[in-house]
C-alpha cells in the first residue's frame, strides 16, 4: 500500500473515533456524577486509574501523548461501564463492586503482554526494519487494538444488541442481568484478547519465528511480509489469547464456558487478521491499522453470534 493511502486510512480512523470515544467518556461521567455518594466514589476510582494508565504508557514511552490519551478514555469506558454494574448486581448482592471487577485486569495484561513482547528481539527486529517508533504506538494503533472494546461499555451499545435480537430492557427494567453480563463481558474480552494475541503473535513471530510462511499459499515468505504467520509467533499468540480469556474468571466472575467462548473468538480474530493481511492488505486496499481494527470487530462478532444461538448454555 502506498504510505500516503495508509496514512489517510489511519487519520480517518482517528478523527471517527477519538470524538466518539470522547463522547462515551462524558456520557459516563454525567451519569456517573448525577447519582449519589456510590458512583461518585466509582467515578473517582475510574478517573483516577484511566489517568495513571494512560501517564504510565506515556512515560514508559509505549505510547504518544495523544495515543496515551486515547488508551486513558478506553480504561475510563471499560472499567466504569455497564459490565460493572451487571457484575455487581450478580455477584455482590447489589453491592458496589471494587474496580477490579471490570476488565481493568484484562486491559492491564494486555498492555503488559504488548509493551514487553514489543522490546524482545529488538536487535533482530532492527536488522529486518521491523522495529517500533521509540515514541511507542501512535493513536491510530491504540484505537485498532483497542477502540472496540471501549465503544462497547457504554450504554448505547444496549441499542446494538436490541437490534441484534438480545432480550432488551431499553425502557429501563432489566428482565435479565445474567444475559446481559454474557452479552456485554464476552465480547469486550475477545476483543481485548484479539489484541494482545495479534501484537504478540507479530513481535514474537517477528524476532524468534525464523522464515515464516503465507496462510493462503503456505509459502515461505519474507519476515515481515503480509499475512505471514510462523508456528512460534502463532502459539504465542494463542497462549496470550488463553491468558487474557482466563481473566475473565477471576476479573468479571465468568464462568469456564464464557471463557472459552471469548478465547476461540479471539483466535477467530487472530486468524481473520492474516487473512486480511495475505488479501486485501497486500493488494493495498487497507492499512494494517484498519486490519486490525477488523479483526477486534471480528472477534467480538464471534462472541456475540455465539453467545445469539447458544444462549441455552451460556445465559444462566
Known amino acids: 500500500m502506498p504510505p500516503a493511502r495508509d496514512r489517510l486510512q489511519s487519520q480517518v480512523l482517528v478523527f471517527i473515533a477519538i470524538p466518539i470515544l470522547f463522547a462515551c467518556v462524558v456520557t459516563t461521567i454525567r451519569q456517573l456524577a448525577c447519582g449519589g455518594a456510590p458512583t461518585h466514589i466509582d467515578l473517582i476510582e475510574s478517573l483516577g486509574v484511566s489517568l495513571l494508565f494512560s501517564v504510565t504508557a506515556w512515560r514508559l514511552r509505549a505510547a504518544t501523548p495523544l495515543a496515551a490519551a486515547c488508551g486513558g478514555m478506553i480504561c475510563m469506558l471499560v472499567t466504569e461501564s455497564w459490565q460493572r454494574i451487571f457484575v455487581t448486581s450478580l455477584y455482590h448482592g447489589g453491592l458496589r463492586a471494587p474496580i477490579f471487577y471490570s476488565d ?3 486491559l492491564i495484561l494486555v498492555f503488559l503482554l504488548t509493551f514487553a513482547t514489543t522490546r524482545l528481539g529488538r536487535t533482530r527486529k532492527h ?7 521509540r515514541r511507542g504506538r501512535n493513536a491510530s494503533q491504540v484505537i485498532a487494538n483497542l477502540g472496540v472494546a471501549g465503544l462497547l461499555g457504554p450504554r448505547w451499545s444496549l441499542y446494538l444488541f436490541a437490534w441484534l435480537g438480545y432480550p432488551t430492557a431499553m425502557g429501563g427494567e432489566v428482565h ?3 444475559g446481559y453480563s454474557v452479552i456485554f463481558v464476552v465480547p469486550t474480552l475477545s476483543a ?3 489484541a494482545a494475541a495479534d501484537t504478540v503473535s507479530s513481535e514474537i513471530g517477528q524476532a524468534f519465528g525464523g522464515t515464516p510462511f503465507m496462510l493462503t499459499t503456505l509459502r515461505r515468505v519474507p519476515p515481515g511480509t503480509d499475512g505471514a504467520i510462523s508456528l512460534t509467533g ?4 494463542i497462549l496470550a489469547a488463553a491468558i487474557i480469556a482466563a481473566t475473565g474468571a477471576p476479573a468479571l466472575g465468568m464462568p ?9 473468538a479471539a483466535i477467530a480474530g487472530l486468524f481473520f487478521d492474516s487473512l486480511l493481511g495475505a488479501t486485501v492488505e497486500r493488494r493495498g486496499w487497507i492499512g494494517n491499522d484498519l486490519v486490525n481494527f477488523f479483526s477486534t470487530t471480528f472477534a467480538a462478532g464471534v462472541a456475540l453470534l455465539t453467545i445469539r444461538f447458544g444462549q441455552g448454555y451460556l445465559i444462566r
Not at 536488522?127 to 517508533?133: A, D, P, Q, V, Y
Not at 469456564?256 to 476461540?264: K, L, M, P, R
Open 234 to 237: 502463532t502459539l504465542s499468540g
Open 256 to 264: 469456564f464456558a464464557e471463557c472459552s467462548v471469548a478465547f476461540a
Open 176 to 178: 435479565s442481568v445474567a
Open 104 to 106: 481493568l485486569i484484562p
Open 127 to 133: 536488522e529486518l526494519g521491523l522495529t517500533e517508533s
Open 192 to 194: 481485548l484478547a484479539e
